[in-house]
């Protein structure tokens, strides 16, 4: 076991912040620890899980939200001879560098700069997502370019360049090997109606990056894709410069804007973007979304309200949590509205799928889940849902203990759908560490197959991905 101790311990003002409370606390150390193995791994499952969150270096201010932290990647290598191993690493951008050299925070809300020593850094902190493609594996956040980390190591290779921002949640196309993202506030001026289009190809090269208006500036977290349109939902989370100058929220609900989603095909110019209405609710992760025939089917978790900002006059905004809901819009219809038909009233969040059947027909989802219904940020159960039979599995936790984003490994490259694991990381609130469940995908509430123990907790994060051994 090797430990680095990057930054000081936490004092004790900033855990007034509820995005610095329980597992979501910083862990400051980079470490590299043997993992103990209860069960037996399965054969097969050999290779990478990376996961990335928000875990600032210094102790924030007290406006610090937790989409603002520096990125920190979790890896855990499962080898032969039923060998694990785990490593976690900052990722370290251009903020984090000066940070770090400076010794003190230089950046204050959403990554804005608050010392004039930082005016020309960007802010991005690469804090969301960790995703692999054309050999590279990019840590993500919506604000800036990908941020590429060595998949052995977890050094810092450096930006991966694609003509300005990017998402946090690019799709990867089964069929083609694409990689389709989208920015939003695109181009140099913050907080603008602007939606890019971007399509890098199996080989990593960008194809296009294309321009177009939306109906206002919204925090668009992530979009629709499926195998022949793409689908960007305009929902009345508003971002506005002017109000933020004015003291403001940057971000605010505002659902007077009403809401929309633009469709468009995926080879079509953006030109060609209609907008589409929806009710005005609020979305930061679909599960999948696929067609038949002229209709388009998304399943996707909904919030009345965006959860965790405040409206848009400044005032507190109503908690909010989501639940599994399908839109539909039928593209023959000259007046068709998205039509929202819920499926599920267990609260959850971090809906994944198996992603050899993205953009297509699927039948199974896997989302944590609060069995409590009173949290936003915490889960404590993994859900399966069979969207043919309409059934559920819930597999709950030991209370107090909570579960990050789950993610389905298939068995092998062609085993049936939803043949195979179910990855996820639990905090174990009693020990104060964490463990990383190995279950069966299409039996997540029976035995695991494995648990690797760690010494210590991972903070809660946000999304994850595993990589295949000789990917």
């Known amino acids: 076991m090797t430990q680095t101790v990057i930054a000081g311990p936490t004092t004790s003002a900033p855990h007034e912040n509820p995005h ?27 290779g990478a899980f990376y996961r990335n969150g928000p875990n600032p270096q210094f102790d924030p201010g007290p406006k610090y939200h937790a989409f603002i932290g520096d990125g920190m990647i979790h890896g855990f290598w499962i080898g032969d001879d039923q060998r694990a191993h785990y490593r976690n690493r900052y990722v370290r951008t251009d903020r984090w560098r000066a940070e770090n050299e400076a010794g003190r925070p230089l950046f204050g809300g959403m990554g804005r700069p608050s010392d004039p020593s930082v005016e ?3 802010g991005g902190g690469a804090n969301t997502n960790i995703v692999h493609h054309a050999g590279r594996l990019m840590a993500l956040q919506e604000g800036s370019n990908p941020f590429q980390m060595d998949k052995a190591s977890l050094d810092s290779v450096g930006w991966v360049e694609t003509g300005g921002r990017f998402t946090a949640h690019p799709k990867m196309d089964p069929e083609t090997g694409e990689m389709v993202w989208f ?46 349109h793409v689908l960007f939902p305009v929902l009345p989370l508003t971002g506005d410069l002017d109000r933020a100058m004015r003291g403001g929220p940057a971000f605010g609900w505002e659902p007077d804007k009403g809401a929309w989603v633009g469709v468009m095909k995926r080879n079509a110019s953006v030109d060609t973007v209609r907008w589409i209405e929806v009710d005005p609710v609020y979305v930061f992760h679909p ?24 409206n848009a006059d400044g005032s507190e905004g109503q908690d909010s949590l989501a639940h599994l809901v399908r839109w539909s819009i039928d593209l023959s219809d000259p007046a068709a509205r998205v039509k929202r038909t819920p499926l599920d009233d267990l609260v959850g969040e971090f809906p994944r799928f198996d992603e050899r059947f993205a953009g297509l027909p699927y039948r199974h989802g896997w989302h944590a889940a609060n069995t409590k219904m009173d949290e936003t940020l915490e889960f404590d159960a993994l859900a399966h849902v069979d969207l043919k039979t309409n059934r559920r599995t819930v597999r709950p936790l030991e209370p107090g203990d909570t579960v990050g984003e789950p993610v389905f490994v298939p068995r092998a490259p062609n085993a049936d759908e939803g043949d195979g694991w179910l990855l996820a990381i639990v905090h174990r609130a009693a020990e104060n560490r964490s463990d990383f469940l190995i279950l069966n995908a299409q039996d997540i509430a029976g035995d695991p197959a494995a648990v690797l123990e760690l010494p210590r907790r991972v903070p809660a994060g946000f999304h994850g991905n595993w990589v295949a051994a000789g990917s």
């Open 20 to 46: 610095l409370k329980g597992n979501l606390a910083p862990v400051r150390s980079e470490d590299d620890f043997e993992l103990k193995v209860k069960g037996r791994i399965p054969e097969g499952l050999r």
């Open 120 to 122: 020309k850094i960007h």
């Open 183 to 228: 920015a939003y506030s695109a181009g140099d001026q913050p907080l603008n109606p602007y939606l890019d289009y971007g399509v890098s190809g199996a080989d990593g090269k960008v194809m296009r990056r294309d321009r177009f208006k939306a109906p206002y500036c919204s925090m668009v977290h992530d979009f629709i894709v499926t195998r022949n």
């Open 287 to 310: 599960m999948n979304a696929w067609e038949d025939g002229e209709t388009i089917h998304c399943e996707l978790m909904e919030y009345p309200t965006a959860p965790l900002f405040p």
